[in-house]
């Protein structure tokens, strides 16, 4: 097994842990039995269990980011790029249901991690619909006036809170796809500019 593949594997045994135990209630032991290694040879890759939280955030929120700049590349018009980001955003707390829960509860709950961690793969993957707001505006598709380091936190926070309700609900009245499609429809109604 490579060493890449290794690193691997205790990220995702660690993302299992952590949704199903609680970042706190969670040990390095228990990462180890569930990536099938000894209790050391995590300590080969990751300095303690914060520094695995941290890993599992710049990592895997730099898949995400991969691939939503890849779809959003293949669309030239603005709004149908925020409709991706939105739709993609939903989708990867559906898919990767464990996943959504660390980035949505554990993190929030970890005060050193808040305090200390700069959050620069937070800020590239959010910075993503600012850039698709400059576009839209130099386009004259969005309104001039809409701030979009504003604009990105407040559809960012509208989907986090979304996506919070849908995985601590198990009776949702709607869909994910539902949730984002209408997000969008929200989000433009506010942004786009009235040619009438």
Known sequence: MRISDKHNKIIQ????????????SARISDIAKKAKV?????????NNKYDILI????????KIIVEVKRLIDQEEDPRKMLEIFAMEHMRMIKDRRNLAEVLQMELRQSNKFMKEYRNTKF?????IVSMIIHKGQKMSIFRKDVMP????????????ETARL????PDNQYTIEEAAKQI???FLGGIEQNNS
Do not use: N, P
């Open 55 to 62: 890993s599992i955030f710049e990592e895997e929120i730099g």
């Open 13 to 24: 045994a660690a993302i299992k842990v952590f949704a199903q135990k609680g970042f706190f």
């Open 166 to 169: 849908w995985i601590l609900s």
């Open 123 to 127: 800020i590239e993957y959010i910075d």
């Open 38 to 46: 000894a209790d050391g040879t995590i300590y080969l890759y990751f």
């Open 149 to 160: 380091g504003v604009a990105k936190r407040a559809m960012f926070g509208a989907l986090d």
């Open 184 to 186: 969008s429809m929200i």
